[in-house]
């Protein structure tokens, strides 16, 4: 988190949005992105946040979902 958070291209942050993807789509893993990347896509278009003053951000803390793990 720490690198991620360091390595931002942009100064100032005004919104992170966090998932651990388990509890969308029936635990998708990191295929859960998508649903933090829409939030933030609302959250600029109704909300009014600039897109460089967001911070999409994934915590991986494994998966329950067999179909992933298999693969």
Same mark, same amino acid.
């Given at each position: 988190m720490a690198a991620m958070v360091y390595n931002?291209?942009?100064s100032k942050v005004? $919104? +992170?949005v966090l998932t651990d993807g388990s509890n969308c789509w029936k635990d998708q893993g990191i295929g859960g992105m998508a649903v933090v990347q829409s939030k933030l896509d +609302?959250? +600029?278009a109704a909300g009014?946040? !600039?897109p !460089?003053?967001?911070l999409p951000a994934f915590l991986d803390v494994g998966t329950n979902n *067999? *179909? $992933?793990l298999d693969s």
């Open positions: 931002w291209p942009h005004d $919104l +992170i +609302i959250y +600029i009014g946040f !600039r !460089r003053n967001v *067999q *179909q $992933l």
